[in-house]
């Protein structure tokens, strides 16, 4: 690889000439496919919130609200994982401050 | 090795220890100065675990950062450099090159027998791939520049045939594998005869498969040094793109797509990492122990280290792909294992550059006055060379920065996840095999560094 090969892409795995390479759907798996790129995805919300983050500026204004949905969806279970997150460190930190201690 | 710099060790592993992981690889070519392997004062299994829960801890510090323009901004940052001077720099460089490799064949061939006084070892292995190859992910990749095997191979004809795709950097990958057996099993940084011959068989298939392919091809694909420096210098600051150089922040560029492309690549980055552990791993007690019945059992020792050799990145391989393999299960995605692959490589690279500046740090500012006593007068042979002895403290400046080179791999890992996957948490999730796989070979690193060094057993 050259360095001339390394431009930013704006969506990696959105390029239709190679897509048997990039992509790779399961034969039994439902896939919903982006209608822009064809990229496929595994749920719904996932679509929605690639086509608001890959595709801007070419949604209609159901796709909007979808992406919208989808993102506040997301923000939800970021911050679940947030307070898990900050549980592990917390746990981590603190077992490993008594097992110095005994140590 | 001193109590005040053990304390100072411990210091560092229970301060800064959970916050990231712990630990130098240890590496040959370090025959010269007295490496030194770090002895502590804490349990084994602790110092193990501490550095690995360091590497998870991290990851989940990382997981924090959820905004997507945030991340974008961070790798996105950097600004044109204006370079006027290029062409005279370039000629500058390809002259100084060109006057390294002579120095290399006419002192190793004719000068001091000494490993201390001759210069071809002392500027092949402090000042190129410990002095240079610093200062390729430090400030930039000039040896892109420098490498005067390019240098040679532009001003001589070339039969231009088409370099075959298939095989594409499988030369590089074990061209890498060959250099770094040959480092390991043989007497190359104490013999300066031997080390002008390899680097003379170096150069003569270099400039062969410059002549077959052209040099552009040859030393973009087949080339495993090239390709060394190329990776460190996506490390460094300074860069190239299609405007010329450009400062960046440091370790950025690693995230760019399509900076590893195919199998062939991923593969190289995967060796880089594990000849690191490979150099270590052979002189430790238990590599002695675990191979003395197999050579009892009468398998030569000049079979058994190439085998591991092979066996290992084997091993190394697998193990990535098979994270890879649980990285699309987890994260659910329909985008196909060599994608992924190729996209959470580069991160690796952090991680080497990390363990290399923590290893040859030390090794070049110990001989770095001796390096310059041999370029004043090539052909002396004192019976003293100056050496500087390293305060106590400086174990934390290689213990920080291989705390460094994984915080940075970690994120680069993180921003390539949310390049690639549209839902943040499914890029979260992406990364817990990784991150399981990170933690694991830092604990495997750290428990090479924790034991005592042997002599390379059964040779």
Known sequence: MTDTATQPVADTAATDTDEEAVYDVPADATAYRCSYCGRPFARESWLALHRGLAHPSELDDEEVEAFRAAHDEEEESLSTFRLQALGALVLIYFGFLMVYALV | ?459
């Open chain 2, 1 to 459: 090795m001193t109590s005040g710099r053990r304390r100072t060790v411990a210091l560092v592993v229970c301060g800064l220890g959970w916050l990231a992981a712990t630990g130098t690889a240890s590496a040959h070519g370090g025959s010269l100065a007295g490496g030194g392997r770090e002895s502590l004062t804490i349990p084994t299994w602790l110092f193990l675990s501490t550095g690995g829960a360091a590497v998870g801890a991290s990851f989940l510090l990382a997981s924090f950062v959820t905004d997507r323009t945030f991340v974008e901004r961070i790798h996105g940052w950097g600004r044109p450099l204006s370079g006027g001077f290029e062409g005279i720099l370039r000629l500058a460089g390809q002259l100084v090159g060109l006057g390294g490799l002579a120095a290399v064949f006419v002192v190793g061939f004719l000068g001091p027998t000494n490993a201390r006084t001759n210069l071809a070892i002392l500027l092949v292995w402090v000042g190129w791939w410990a002095g240079l190859a610093m200062t390729t992910y430090l400030v930039g990749n000039s040896w892109a520049t420098l490498n005067p095997f390019k240098t040679l191979a532009q001003l001589l004809p070339t039969l231009d045939r088409p370099y075959p795709d298939r095989v594409g950097s499988w030369p590089a990958v074990g061209g890498l594998l060959v250099l770094v057996w040959l480092e390991v099993v043989s007497p190359l940084a104490d013999q300066p005869r031997l080390l002008a011959s390899v680097v003379a068989g170096y150069t003569v298939l270099t400039i062969a498969g410059a002549l077959v392919f052209g040099p552009d091809d040859w030393f973009a694909h087949a080339d495993p040094v090239e390709r060394v420096f190329r990776y460190y210098g996506r490390f460094a600051p300074i860069g190239r793109d299609e405007d010329g150089l450009r400062l960046r922040l440091p370790g950025m560029d690693l995230s760019t797509p399509r900076l590893v492309d195919g199998p062939d690549e991923v593969a190289f980055v995967v060796a880089l990492l594990w000849v690191t552990t490979y150099d270590g791993l052979v002189t430790t007690p238990a590599w002695r122990d675990l191979t003395t019945p197999i050579v009892d059992a009468g398998v030569p020792p000049h079979l058994l280290y190439p085998v591991a050799l092979a066996v290992g990145f084997a091993g190394f391989l697998g193990v990535y792909r098979l994270a890879v393999r649980l990285s699309r299960d987890m994260s659910e995605t329909y985008l196909a294992p060599a994608v992924l692959a190729q996209r959470f490589a580069p991160p690796l690279v952090a991680i080497a550059v990390g363990y290399h500046f923590a290893h040859y740090l030390g090794y070049f500012l110990v001989l770095a006055p001796s390096l310059a006593v041999a370029l004043t007068s090539p052909f002396a042979d004192p019976a003293v060379v100056p050496t500087i002895e390293l305060p106590e403290w400086f174990g934390a400046i290689a213990l920080a920065s291989v705390i460094i080179g994984h915080l940075v791999a970690i994120w680069v890992a993180h921003a390539a996840a949310y390049d690639l996957f549209p839902a943040r948490l499914q890029a979260i999730r992406s990364q817990y095999p990784f991150i399981a796989v990170m933690v694991f070979y830092t604990m495997t690193s750290l428990w090479v560094v924790s034991q005592p060094e042997v002599a390379l057993p059964h040779l």
